[in-house]
């Protein structure tokens, strides 16, 4: 094989009460890469799509390449290796556009030089990239759209990344209000210091939430997504934030909540066409309040990036 092209998918993190430790993949949108193998000896960026000119073409400073940089490194191998990115995500939306971009790229990468890491062994090599993508090497992007499915971070030092089971049928509603809130920006208005109570309930959610997977529950499910540290302070970023949770719950959704830094929002729902039918919802009320929005309703993706064809 000498060229690849793969998909990356977007991805929730945070799931409300799971700051930086919970995340799980959706079916779309997401990232494209194609990479093919040439006797230049050196990685290069070749073609950027979708970006209107945002992301830089320097294999050094785009997530895409750099991530390749150091899986050749760490395999001492000087490869020729030539990379087109297809970005089909928003940016700044809090659906993990950064990280799907490094996935596709360090899983397209493997391909080609014959799978020599397995998908949890690349997954520190894409915290790198979302490091230099936005300052901090969290999991809770890249690690459900690498390994696919709802996972769980329980350590980064060391890394313990956990896959936790999802009850069939369970589904998400994303919507995407068109105003951007950097990444950074988001996390400098999180406070430092926390209230004992507040970190008590917070890990009895994440507890709860866990076991609500493991049983099936859906109701312990949705009552267990309550964010009492992050939340209150960055719905303030989001147009109608309060409304639209009102509005979701009233059509039956499990629960609610911030897809990562935003400001895309999130309900999940136990089934596909619950969720259509938030996203419809929701949708049409940030229209009533002159705010444009993309919808995207996916259940759960298990299969996570994945190698889509060989051709360009």
């Known amino acids: 094989m000498d060229s690849v092209r793969v998909f990356a998918p977007a991805s929730v993190a945070n ?11 959706v079916h779309h949108p ?11 000896g050196r990685v290069s960026l070749d073609l950027i799509e979708g970006d209107d000119g945002r992301l830089p073409y320097d294999p050094a400073k785009n997530t895409v390449s750099a991530v390749v ?13 030539g990379i087109k990115l297809y970005k089909k995500m928003p940016f700044g ?7 799907a971009s490094a996935v596709a790229g360090l899983l397209a990468a493997n391909e080609l030089l014959g799978r020599p890491k397995t998908r949890m062994q690349l997954l520190p090599f894409a915290m790198e990239g979302e490091k230099l993508a936005c300052g901090n ?3 809770d992007n890249v690690a459900p759209a690498l390994l696919g499915g709802m996972v769980l971070i329980r ?32 996390r400098q208005i999180i406070r430092t210091n926390i209230p004992m109570t507040s970190a008590i309930r917070q890990w009895g959610n994440v507890g709860g939430f866990i076991a ?27 147009p109608h934030f309060d409304e639209m949770r009102e509005l979701a719950m009233e059509n039956k959704a499990l629960g609610f909540g911030i897809s990562g830094s935003g400001p895309t ?6 089934t596909r066409e619950t969720a259509r039918s938030v996203a419809c919802v929701l949708d049409a009320r940030l229209k009533d309040n002159g705010i444009g929005s993309t919808c995207y309703v996916s259940q759960i993706n298990m299969e996570g990036a994945r190698v889509v064809d060989g051709s360009d």
């Open 15 to 25: 799931v409300s009460c799971g700051y930086d430790v919970l995340g799980f993949a």
């Open 30 to 40: 997401g990232d494209e890469v194609f990479m093919s193998l040439n006797s230049s």
């Open 69 to 81: 940089f150091s899986l050749l490194k760490s395999l001492g191998i000087e490869q020729g290796i």
């Open 93 to 99: 939306s809090g659906l993990g556009s950064s990280s």
């Open 137 to 139: 090497a969290h999991a």
């Open 155 to 186: 350590s980064y030092d060391p890394l313990d990344v956990i896959s936790l089971p999802v009850p069939e049928g369970l589904s998400c509603a994303l919507v995407y209000p068109h105003v951007e809130i950097p990444t950074l920006a988001a």
């Open 212 to 238: 609500g997977l493991f049983t099936n529950d859906n109701d312990l499910i949705g009552r267990s997504m309550e964010d009492v540290i992050v939340e209150p302070v960055r719905k303030m970023l989001i």
């Open 265 to 270: 929002v999130f309900a999940l729902c136990s």
